[in-house]
C-alpha cells in the first residue's frame, strides 16, 4: 500500500480561502494529510489534530502551534474534525452522522457500508478487535477469536495455553510471533477496547463493566486505563460523550 503523498507545499490558494471561511464554518473536517492543508491555513493552532501515521513526525516538527495527536483515529477540537487516514475518515463521517441524525442511522449507514460498528475517536488507531476479525487462518486465529468472546473467563497464559493444546512456552512463543506481543498485554488491550465501546455505547457503570470484561473490579479497570490509555474510565467516558455533543443541530 502506497503512502500518501501531498504535495511539498500546501496550495496557498486553497488554504487562503480556508483561513477566510473557516472561521465562519459552524464544523469543518479534514481526512488523512487534509489537516496539513488546515494547518497551512492556520485554523488549527492552538487545537489538537491528527493526520495520517507516516506525516505525523513532519506535522509536530512544522506546526508546534498544533497540538499534534499521534494515536487517536480521528479528533475533534471546537467544530474542528480530523482524521488519521483514509479509512479513519469513514469513523469520522460514521460520527457526524450520529451528531446531526442519531445512532440509529449511523448505525444503518454502518451496515450498508459493511463497516464494523464505529469506532470512538480515542481508541487505537491499529485496534485489536478490527484485526482479529482476520486472525482464523493463523495458528492461534481460534483462540484469539474465543477470546474476544469470553473475556470474563479465565485468560490466563497458562489456561490459553491449554486451551490450545500446547506447551505454556510453546504457547507464548508463537503467541508473540503471531501478535508482536505477550498473552498478557494481549488480553489487557482486548479488555481496555471492549470497555471503551461499553462506555461510550451503554449506560452500564463501572462496576458492571468491569465485571462483564473480566477484570472483576472497577479498580483493576481503573488501572490497566491509567496504563494504557493514561486517564481513568470515568474520564474517558465524559471525555467521549462531551466530545460527542452535537455541534450543528440535527436537520429540520
Known amino acids: 500500500m502506497s503512502r500518501p503523498a501531498p504535495r511539498r507545499q500546501p496550495n496557498p490558494e486553497i488554504a487562503s480561502r480556508l483561513r477566510t471561511l473557516g472561521p465562519q ?45 499521534r494515536y487517536p483515529i480521528f479528533v475533534e477540537d471546537d467544530g474542528i474534525f480530523t482524521s488519521a487516514g483514509v479509512t479513519a475518515g469513514i469513523d469520522l463521517a460514521l460520527a457526524l452522522i450520529e451528531q446531526d441524525c442519531g445512532r440509529e442511522l449511523a448505525l444503518r449507514v454502518a451496515r450498508l457500508l459493511v463497516v464494523f460498528v464505529r469506532r470512538p475517536g480515542q481508541q487505537a488507531l491499529v485496534s485489536i478487535q478490527l484485526a482479529v476479525q482476520s486472525t482464523r487462518t493463523t495458528r492461534l486465529g481460534d483462540i484469539r477469536v474465543w477470546m474476544a468472546d469470553h473475556l470474563d473467563e479465565d485468560l490466563s497464559a497458562a489456561a490459553l495455553a491449554e486451551r490450545a493444546r500446547m506447551s505454556p512456552r510453546h504457547f507464548a512463543r508463537l503467541f508473540h510471533s503471531e501478535t508482536g506481543t505477550t498473552p498478557g498485554k494481549y488480553v489487557e488491550q482486548v479488555r481496555v477496547e471492549a470497555a471503551q465501546r461499553m462506555l461510550t455505547d451503554t449506560d452500564d457503570n463501572v462496576d458492571r463493566i468491569a465485571r462483564l470484561c473480566g477484570w472483576g473490579t472497577a479498580e483493576a479497570m481503573r488501572r490497566a486505563f491509567v496504563g494504557l490509555l493514561d486517564e481513568s474510565p470515568a474520564a474517558y467516558r465524559v471525555r467521549h460523550l462531551r466530545s460527542a455533543r452535537p455541534s450543528l443541530r440535527p436537520p429540520a
Open 25 to 69: 464554518a459552524e464544523r469543518l473536517a479534514s481526512v488523512c494529510t487534509g489537516s496539513l492543508l488546515l494547518a497551512e491555513a492556520g485554523v488549527l493552532d492552538g487545537r489538537r489534530a491528527t493526520t495520517h501515521w507516516s506525516f505525523y513526525g513532519r506535522f509536530a516538527r512544522d506546526r508546534p502551534k498544533v497540538q499534534v495527536q
